[in-house]
């Protein structure tokens, strides 16, 4: 079946600008984490979307990173006044059951200039 | 805190030459440890997987073992093929919070 879909999956933007990046989880699951990989910093935690519950946003490296999760499926995670330090791959995942396997998408690779 | 450290790269090896990726952790109490593979151009794989102490996880030829007395989980692979370069992530993760706590990622090059 389907996999974690990303759009898009390059965003070249200017610093100031806000960006939106999408993620499709895989049909069914529940369970959904925001990432970044960024060099030198390597994988870090964002975002969790768990069914209904309050997200952990724990990872949220600002207060101009905010994400949503509508009806329980896609989410998009906004990043407001970008600066070159957003620079990144933005990596979405989501699994059955919060605990369960994490089944990764391609990423979406966001430059800021 | 809890984090992961593994070894730096790029690692550049000969078809069939044995391979070893350290990983070391810091963490309290009893994580489930992962490694995950990231091919060119494709997303994050889970690789394997132990839960607990003494566990072996092994996939595709690879293995590694939890060991909770060096707190390690050493990637390992008897005899490595071009196919398997790629990023290899080591990882970790309690079974009562939701987030993976990764390494920095070591790239991995077999040259033919």
């Known amino acids: 079946g389907a996999g974690v879909s990303q759009s898009p999956s390059n965003k070249v933007t200017e610093k100031g600008k806000d960006v939106e990046l999408r993620c499709d989880p895989i049909s069914g699951h529940t369970a959904l984490y925001w990432y970044r990989q960024s060099l030198g910093q390597g994988l870090e935690f964002l975002i969790y979307?768990?069914?209904?519950?309050?997200?952990?946003k724990s990872g949220l490296p600002s207060d101009r990173f905010s994400a949503e999760r509508t009806g329980g499926s896609v989410s998009t995670l906004t990043i407001q006044r970008t600066q070159q330090e957003d620079s990144a791959v933005y990596l979405c995942a989501s699994s059955l059951l919060d605990n369960y396997e994490q089944y990764f998408g391609p990423g979406t690779r966001l430059t800021v200039t | 805190g809890n984090s992961v450290t593994q070894m730096e790269g790029p690692v550049t090896l000969s078809e069939e030459a044995f391979l070893t990726i350290n990983c070391t952790y810091t963490a309290t109490g009893y994580p489930s440890l992962f490694w995950y593979v990231q091919y060119p151009g494709e997303g994050l794989q889970l690789l394997l997987k132990a839960t607990k102490a003494d566990d072996k996880g092994s996939n595709k030829g690879f293995e590694a073992t939890y060991r909770k007395e060096t707190t390690s989980f050493h990637l390992e692979k008897g005899s490595v093929q071009v196919s398997d370069s790629a990023v290899y992530f080591c990882a970790l993760r309690y079974s009562s919070a939701s987030k993976i706590i990764f390494g920095s990622g070591t790239r991995l090059s077999i040259r033919p």
């Open positions: 979307f768990q069914g209904n519950s309050a997200p952990d």
